[in-house]
């Protein structure tokens, strides 16, 4: 079970804003790459600002924000006829550039290891690799989880919300890194392992 799961639901609830984008013009890689640069600026604004952990605060509200455009990408190009091969690769690029400028300001927080920070990062990029590879093997493009890029938003969100409510981390923070480190090694795994089945049917 991931929180990608429930993409459906939310897709829905996006539906009526995202024919509005398509009606004026906006093109499905423009929100990606919107997404992208904003996602860059707020982490630099994180990273810059982190001796005041109010600014942590950006994290959750953005992350909420992100999985909001990367929905409306999709739908626009899915729905709209703007499914193209360099969308493709704007697509799995620009979330793995996000992801790791997102998730590196967290190495400032007290007591947090910066080795620890970085293993989640590389983990990361690794898990929608092999998402991505699994089309090249003749599987579908993997999501499963149980610690996809939806899932990871997620604890990031909670934690970065957290701290910028000024709750005591330093004594766990470091064992939530090295929790979330080895259910992304099962992500990766399991998106290898399910890949691998479906092209065996």
């Not at 939310?10 to 093109?27: D, E, N, S």
């Not at 990062?121 to 890029?149: H, Q």
């Amino acid at each position: 079970m991931s929180i990608y799961d429930l993409k459906p639901r939310f897709q829905a609830l996006l539906r009526p804003l995202v024919g509005r984008l398509a009606a004026a013009g906006v093109t499905a890689n423009q929100v990606t790459l919107a997404a992208c640069a904003i996602s860059l600026a707020v982490a630099a604004m994180v990273w810059f600002g982190a001796a005041n952990p109010v600014v942590f605060l950006l994290i959750p509200l953005w992350m909420l924000a992100r999985m909001a455009l990367n929905a409306v990408d999709g739908m626009l190009a899915r729905e709209f006829g703007q499914k193209s091969a360099l969308g493709a690769y704007l697509n799995e690029i620009t979330d793995v550039m996000a992801d790791a400028a997102l998730y590196f300001p967290f190495a400032l927080l007290a007591g947090s290891s910066m080795e620890l920070i970085v293993l989640v990062i590389v983990l990361s990029a690794v898990s929608e690799l092999t998402g991505t590879v699994a089309v090249m093997t003749g599987a579908s493009r993997r999501y499963d989880g149980p610690m996809g890029k939806s899932d990871r938003a997620f604890v990031f969100g909670l934690i970065g919300l957290l701290a910028g409510l000024g709750v005591p981390l330093m004594g766990w923070l470091n064992y939530a890194w090295m929790a979330l480190a080895v259910l992304i090694g099962l992500t990766i795994r399991n998106r290898i392992r399910r890949g691998l089945q479906e092209i065996k049917r």
